[in-house]
Structures are given as structure tokens and as C-alpha cells.
């Protein structure tokens, strides 16, 4: 299985500040048919997680455009360029590219 | 609106049966795969398995194959997840998420599992 690793795994931000989230895999997510499969998720407390970027670096529909996905073949980030009190939460990225299909161990931000 | 109503989580013993069911409205269901994923308590999440929009091809965790099925009535916009011989580490909340671009894009609200004795 790919194997996905996240750092940090915590992260205390200000408000209003940058915040950024690393993601390596194990092996290349780039995928046969040329799409590298590469989402990101959002999980506030108590809620189910929200996907917030797919592909890379490609928002879903309604998610702020604070937050952007980049990298290629085995490493990629996600960027929050101002963190809001809402941000704070469990971020997760997730490969779908090589089967199974297998997440970080996620990254909790939170509010300094 | 794409709203995804998982129903039927409940505490059971080491070895029992559960069938969860996922309710889906507000978009085609018989034109997207769907999947479950879980997370144990406060843990990460994990892939439990998928299924093809018409319901020809299932795929499965190692860690569940051969206990759990997955299927899906598309007349009824339905989704399940039969499992059985269930272990204690099979204690989490389930999600019933939907299929898009091979990332999960909609995610219902999770009903719990907690299997022991």
C-alpha cells in the first residue's frame, strides 16, 4: 500500500497568518492516464470530513480559494494563506491513484 | 443539495452481524461509485470499500475482505455495507462517501459501529 506521510502533525497558527501542510508518498501518485490523484480533507470537530482540493490543486465547489493545493509526484502541499478561527481541524490528504486508496495521519491546526 | 443519511450503526458482539445502509438524494445516484470509509475512535481515517455505479465491481479493504460486502439498490438510491463476523478493531464510525475524480467528495454525517462483549 502507499504509504502517505504528513507534516507536522500539529500545527499552532495565529489568526490571520499562513499555515502550511506537507504530504509525501511512498511512491509516485501520478497515475496511468496522466491524472495525479491527490485530495485534500478537512475535518472540524465533531463534524465528517469535507474535501477541500482534488487532482492537486483543483478546489471543490464552495471551499474558499485560501486555501491551494501544489506538488507533483510524491510531494505536495496545502496552504492556507490567512488562518480563520473556522480553519481550525484535522487535515488529511488522501492518494487515490494506486489501490487501495490511503490517507495521512492527519495534521490537527489549531489556534495559537 | 447532495445529502448522504447513514443509518443501522449499533453495539454488537465479537462475531455478530451488522447491515448499514446509506441513504443518497439530491444527485444520480446510479451514475456515481460510492464507497465507505472509517475511523476508529479518535483516530484516522481508514478505506473500507467501493463500489461501481451500477454495482458490477466491488473492491475491499485486506482487513475486511471476506466479511463485509458492499452493494447498492439504485432504484431505491441506496448504498450498504453487510458485515459480519465483526472484530473489536472494527469499532469506528462508517461514512458512506461518494466517488468523484477518485477523491471522496461528499461525506454523510457517520454512524457508529462498536463491536464488544
Known amino acids: 500500500d502507499v504509504v502517505m506521510t504528513q507534516t507536522p502533525l500539529s500545527s499552532p497558527v495565529t489568526l490571520g497568518q499562513p499555515a502550511s501542510i506537507s504530504c509525501r508518498s511512498s511512491?509516485?501518485?501520478?497515475?496511468?492516464?496522466?491524472?495525479?490523484?491527490l485530495s485534500w480533507l478537512q475535518q472540524r470537530p465533531g463534524q465528517p470530513p469535507r474535501l477541500l482540493i482534488y487532482k492537486i490543486s483543483n478546489r471543490f465547489s464552495g471551499v474558499p480559494d485560501t486555501f491551494s493545493g501544489s506538488g507533483a509526484g510524491t510531494d505536495f502541499t496545502l496552504k492556507i494563506s490567512r488562518v480563520e478561527a473556522e480553519d481550525v481541524g484535522v487535515y488529511y490528504c488522501m492518494q487515490g491513484t494506486q489501490f487501495p486508496p490511503t490517507f495521512g495521519q492527519g495534521t490537527r491546526v489549531e489556534i495559537k | 443539495e447532495v445529502q448522504l443519511v447513514e443509518s443501522g450503526g449499533d453495539l454488537v458482539q465479537p462475531g455478530g452481524s451488522l447491515r448499514l445502509s446509506c441513504a443518497a438524494s439530491g444527485f444520480t445516484f446510479s451514475n456515481y461509485w460510492m464507497q465507505w470509509v472509517r475511523q476508529a475512535p479518535g483516530k484516522g481515517l481508514a478505506w473500507v470499500s467501493r463500489i461501481k455505479s451500477d454495482g458490477s465491481t466491488t473492491s475491499y479493504a485486506d482487513s475486511v475482505r471476506g466479511r463485509f460486502t458492499i452493494s447498492r439498490d439504485n432504484a431505491k438510491n441506496t448504498l450498504y455495507l453487510q458485515m459480519n463476523s465483526l472484530r473489536v478493531e472494527d469499532t469506528a464510525v462508517y461514512y458512506c462517501v461518494r466517488h468523484y475524480y477518485n477523491a471522496p467528495d461528499y461525506w454523510g454525517q457517520g454512524t457508529l459501529v462498536t463491536v464488544s462483549s
Open positions: 511512491q509516485s501518485l501520478v497515475h496511468s492516464d496522466g491524472n495525479t490523484y
